[in-house]
Nanobody, 123 residues
């Protein structure tokens, strides 16, 4: 079972990137899907998550109004990131929570993790 994150890169402040997370080995249509990010010296922090049905999303205050998480199909979610800021620079990880029925913001709730994709926002 793998989660493959992609779409990271270098972008100027104010620009956009779209991250994708694709699952292989099993489907995650019955899993809450989330994104976390980590910067050097900091703990991995919650960014956004989407419910099993795709009907509910939760965002960190720092990205609310700029990032949009969506489910494209049973095996793929995408994180559209607009109006990027230098402080958004981080390694972004997608994750799946196959246990809880509601969206969780705690990283320990997630039992599957992707390898991470680097997002760099220049000022």
């Amino acid at each position: 079972v793998q989660l493959q994150a992609s779409g990271g890169g270098l972008v100027q402040a104010g620009g956009s990137l779209r991250l994708s997370c694709a699952a292989s080995g099993r489907t995650f249509n019955n899993a809450v899907m989330g994104w976390f990010r980590r910067t050097p010296g900091k703990e991995r922090e919650f960014v956004a998550a989407i419910s099993r049905s795709g009907g509910s999303t939760v965002y960190a205050d720092s990205v609310k109004g700029r990032f949009t998480l969506s489910r494209e199909n049973a095996n793929k979610v995408s994180l559209q990131m607009n109006s990027l800021k230098p402080e958004d620079t981080a390694v972004y990880y997608c994750a799946a929570d196959t246990f809880h029925t509601r969206v969780m913001v705690f990283r320990d709730a997630y039992d599957y993790w992707g390898q991470g994709t680097l997002v760099t926002v220049s000022s």
